[in-house]
């Protein structure tokens, strides 16, 4: 089934979940966008609260706000997003806050953006709250507010790699907060911040909070402050290698393990490789 060039316009709604129900992998909305408001509990979104469709040139100014998978587009996504964006802001109690998708499992997300505001509680990003899903050409200029696992572009980076992407709002946190990401466990590439970055507990960094896995060709230049475990590019690094990379943003930090690339490395010095910055290990 396809849907095109389908308006929702001035929508206010209060929801317990869904705005659009749950649909078949071959489907296909294109070219559709909806405006207002949207109020819910769970899986809530712009445009679609839990999505299975393939969704083409689709978008949301909608305001969000709900408790747990709060996306501007949508809330929960298992299928491919391209050229899509929101620019409403979004606001969860609960887990899984996005710009764009609260919680995106499987799929791919490409050439999408979001504008709006986000705060949460655990796991928010400018984009995306939870990432499990391939994620290339994509951005987020709005500021993020969270508490833990909080991100200019994504809350938790799982699975699949991050490419060609940036973010450029301020972030601020508790702990595992980053300019990109919050935390990472798989690879990004080609990828930088702008914005500056504020924690006021450990693991903190102005690209990824704690990162595990590889950064290639990234940067970061806003300043970056903390208490503990605190980096310019990265708060916390445990495994893989990072080349190419650079931060230029002040860094400070009111405990241990702070520098001006990487805060605390798990790794030898050997393996933070062509990095521009400095780096103390504890």
Request: neutral net charge.
């Given at each position: ?11 206010n709604l209060?929801?317990?979940q869904?705005l659009?129900?749950?649909?078949s ?8 966008y ?5 109020t819910?509990e769970?899986?809530v979104?712009?445009l679609v ?9 689709c ?8 408790e ?7 809330g ?14 979004v ?7 996005g ?13 999408c953006?979001s504008t ?7 796991y928010?990003g400018g ?7 391939h ?16 991100g200019g ?5 799982n ?8 973010s450029t709002g301020s ?6 907060v980053?300019?990109l990401a919050?935390s ?6 080609d ?7 504020l924690?006021?507990g450990?693991?903190v960094?102005?690209?990824v ?5 590889k950064l290639?060709y990234?940067?970061s230049?806003?300043?970056?402050s903390g208490?503990?475990?605190v980096?310019?590019?990265?708060g916390t ?11 230029s943003g ?6 241990d393990?702070?520098g001006?690339?990487?805060?605390k ?6 393996e933070?490789?062509?990095?521009y910055?400095?780096l103390?290990?504890k």
């Amino acid at each position: 089934m396809e849907l095109f060039h389908f308006t929702i316009k001035n929508v206010n709604l209060f929801l317990r979940q869904y705005l659009i129900g749950v649909t078949s992998g071959s489907s296909t909305m294109i070219n559709c966008y909806t405006t207002g408001s949207v109020t819910g509990e769970y899986k809530v979104g712009g445009l679609v609260g839990k999505n299975r469709y393939s969704l083409q040139h689709c978008y949301s100014t909608c305001s969000i706000s709900g408790e747990d998978s709060v996306g501007g587009l949508v809330g929960e996504n298992n299928s491919e997003l391209t050229y899509c964006h929101s620019t409403g802001s979004v606001s969860g109690t609960s887990w899984f806050a996005g710009g764009l998708v609260g919680y995106s499992d499987g799929g791919t997300t490409n050439y999408c953006y979001s504008t709006g505001s986000v705060s949460g509680t655990k796991y928010v990003g400018g984009l995306i709250g939870f990432k499990d899903s391939h994620l290339q050409y994509c951005y987020s200029t709005g500021n993020i507010r969270g508490g833990s696992n909080v991100g200019g572009l994504i809350g938790h980076n799982n699975h699949n790699t991050l490419r060609d992407c940036y973010s450029t709002g301020s972030v601020s946190g508790n702990s595992y907060v980053g300019g990109l990401a919050g935390s990472s466990y798989s690879d990004i590439e080609d990828s930088y911040t702008v914005g500056n970055v504020l924690g006021t507990g450990n693991n903190v960094g102005g690209l990824v909070g704690e990162n595990k896995s590889k950064l290639t060709y990234c940067y970061s230049t806003g300043s970056v402050s903390g208490n503990s475990y605190v980096g310019g590019l990265v708060g916390t690094h445990d495994y893989n290698d990072v080349k190419y990379c650079y931060s230029s943003g002040s860094v400070s930090g009111t405990g241990d393990n702070v520098g001006g690339l990487v805060g605390k490395n798990g790794h030898t010095v050997a393996e933070i490789l062509l990095g521009y910055g400095y780096l103390r290990n504890k």
